[in-house]
């Protein structure tokens, strides 16, 4: 009897404080899963800016001081890439899909781009495995599956989108290419 | 739509991969996780939380192992909620989600232990970010597991 209310009273103690532990944590993770969410759901398959800048900053940083004139003459990362996996860039413009192994919208992203390619003359799809081009995937900046980089005709980037865009965006995109 | 739904159900495109999934599946299967997960948060240092946590744990290994197609919910899934439904306007591959059940059952173990060695925080810590991880797949279909994949190909090839 002594030792069950014993119990009871301990319990009693930590439950008792207005909110325990475990439920600031619930709360926490309910905002964070919301946030995270929400911001995903409005920049998935957004094409902005490049990465241009920083690619070369990365390129030029450890090389040659001349790294202004270096960087004109040296491929753009992308075209090296597509020429790397046995494809030729598109005469307008490529669209170039970095994909994994464990990527569900990798899936609508390649069937979404190949047919942006198939119908948009001068536009090639090229879809790449990021995992066995990691240096390619360091050099582009690339941080997530599915990530698709627009690269001109002469296969500098114009524009990139992190998650699965839709046609349009990706139409859209491709209008900025000239 | 209908024709993409029958290219997936019919017989299989080479190209493909075979037996795709209803991509509903693992957002159902995440929901239930989502729900015994913030149980668990609340009863936590209680034995029925931790009890509760090992059976998720069962799940999850359950879903890395045998596969997502194989879960007491994906059954769950088939018998009563996808008879109701539409048919999904495309299949999906089940390797992402059942990567995902891998990276979620590595949470749950790291919770229990920490729960069963009196560590109640980091326990919770733990369960509270497999739950972040099963709220964004049940309301977004957004799969955290699988995006840290190349996160961690790329910390892998770097170290």
Known sequence: MVERSGRNNRERRSVAPCMSTGAWILVAAVVLAL???????????RFRGTHRVRA????????VPADREAEAVETPPG??????????????????????????????TRRVLADVAGVVPGVA????????????VRRLGVLRTPTTIVLAADGTEVTRAAGAPRKEQVLAALATVE | MSTIHERATGAAT???????????????????????????????????GVALLAVQAVFFAIGAVAGVQRTPHAWLFRTVVRPRLAPPAELEDPAPPR???????????????????????????AVGLALV???????????????????????????
């Open chain 1, 35 to 45: 946030a995270v969410g929400l911001w995903r759901a409005a920049t998935d398959g």
């Open chain 1, 56 to 63: 070369g900053e990365a390129a030029g940083s450890g090389a």
């Open chain 1, 79 to 108: 075209a090296v890439l597509v020429a790397e996996v046995g494809e030729t860039l598109g005469e307008r413009a490529t669209l170039l899909q970095f994909s994994s192994a464990f990527c569900a919208p990798c899936r609508a």
């Open chain 1, 125 to 136: 799809h090229v879809e790449v495995d990021a995992e066995h081009h990691l240096e390619a």
């Open chain 2, 14 to 48: 080479p190209t493909d991969t075979p037996a795709g999934i209803d991509p509903r599946g693992p957002q159902l299967t995440a929901a239930l996780t989502a729900v015994v997960l913030a149980a668990v948060l609340l009863l936590a240092p209680h034995p029925a």
């Open chain 2, 99 to 125: 990567f995902a059940q891998g990276v979620g059952l590595a949470f749950a173990l790291v919770g229990l232990v920490a729960l069963l060695a009196g560590a109640t925080v980091v326990g919770q810590v």
């Open chain 2, 133 to 159: 991880a099963a709220l964004l797949n049940a309301l977004f279909a957004f799969c955290l597991g699988c995006e840290l994949y190349l996160v961690g190909a790329r910390l892998r090839a770097a170290g």
